[in-house]
């Protein structure tokens, strides 16, 4: 389902202190979509990056480390260094990789953001050779990286106060998100439910069985997966297709040949609710009346006061 329909409230930007070089943030090493030669252009730009000289790091590997250069200094974007080389697993094509951040001032050493403190680490990067979602240059630094390798980035920040800092990411762990729901079929389905068929990849198809609805909230198993438990306050990754009652299909991630990313925090109720408390790895057949949905307001393709029925496969929350 695409942004405009299902999300309520999606960031227009990066605002963490996570947003470096990767082509979902803005920064002049990322690549634009509006054609081949402007990605091509990007694309050999990018492979030139800069090393920082003077900052170094010390501490365990995979702790936060103490970071130390001389001040005042001053960074370019898209710069980086590598101040510990990991002593874990090696990142490897299609890794999901979580990075605890610290951002530091340049200008006077002084710690500006951390995530250390709460263990609050970011999981959104996916380490890939996919020029669409990790520019070349940033997907030639990670992948040559071992866990508890810890780099920093130089930004020059945008903002009114001119802040230039760096990005000090470690590596703490990483994952490999699923391409469709794998576990047990569940086969106690109530037998009043639309029912579903699955192509060989995994993408659904739907018979509304003479289903003409629910007033609540239906939130069922088809498959149930084996993964964590989805907190309604994650960012999950799935596959999903959704059809009005009458069977007409409004939106598919599946037709558009890549799996979607979205917070619990920004969808609508009905999908908070209906995905949190499922695991990973499971695909859930979702009911959502209209009070859970877009209410008595049109949304694209979907009328006003509808109910809606989705098919979605969990692959990832973090």
């Known amino acids: 389902m695409r942004k405009s329909t299902l999300f309520k409230a999606v960031a227009a930007a ?41 900052v170094t790091a010390t501490g365990k590997p995979g702790e936060k480390p103490a970071v130390s250069f001389k001040t005042p200094m001053t960074v370019e974007d898209n710069s980086y260094v590598v101040l510990q080389k990991g002593n874990g697993d090696q990142i490897e094509e299609g890794d999901r990789i979580c990075t605890q951040g610290i951002a530091i001032n340049v200008k006077d050493g002084s710690e500006l953001a951390s995530t250390w403190e709460k ?54 762990s990483k994952s490999k998100d699923l391409t ?46 084996k993964g964590a438990e989805v907190k309604d306050t994650q960012t999950v990754v799935a596959h999903y297709t959704g059809w009005l009652l009458d069977g007409t299909q409004f ?15 920004e969808v609508i109720a009905g999908w908070k609710q209906g995905l ?31 109910t809606l029925v989705f098919v979605v496969d969990i692959l990832a929350a973090y």
């Not at 939106?251 to 925090?265: A, E, H, Y």
């Open 276 to 306: 949190a408390g499922h695991t990973v790895g499971s695909q859930v057949l979702l009911v959502v009346p209209p009070d859970l949905g877009y209410g008595n307001k049109d949304s694209g393709k979907i009328p006003a006061n509808s």
């Open 119 to 172: 263990n609050t680490p970011d999981c959104s990067t996916v380490v890939t050779s996919n020029t669409s979602q990790m520019t070349e240059s940033y997907y030639n630094i990670f992948k040559d990286q071992k866990i508890n390798a810890t780099l920093a980035f130089g930004v020059n920040d945008s903002n009114s106060a001119g802040t230039s800092y760096l990005m000090v990411l470690t590596i703490v």
């Open 251 to 265: 939106d598919s991630s599946w037709d558009r040949g890549t799996s979607s990313s979205f917070s619990l925090d």
């Open 180 to 225: 469709k729901a794998t576990g047990t079929k569940v086969l106690d389905v109530p037998a009043d439910l639309p029912k579903v068929t699955l192509a060989k990849d995994g993408k659904p198809s739907i018979d509304m069985n003479g289903y003409k609805g629910s007033d609540t909230l239906v939130s069922q198993d088809l498959i149930k997966g």
């Open 14 to 54: 990066c605002t963490t202190i996570m947003c470096l070089g990767f082509a979902a943030c803005g920064s002049s090493d990322t690549k634009s979509d509006t054609s081949s030669d402007s990605s091509s252009s990007s694309s050999k730009s990018s492979s030139k990056m800069n090393q920082i000289a003077g």
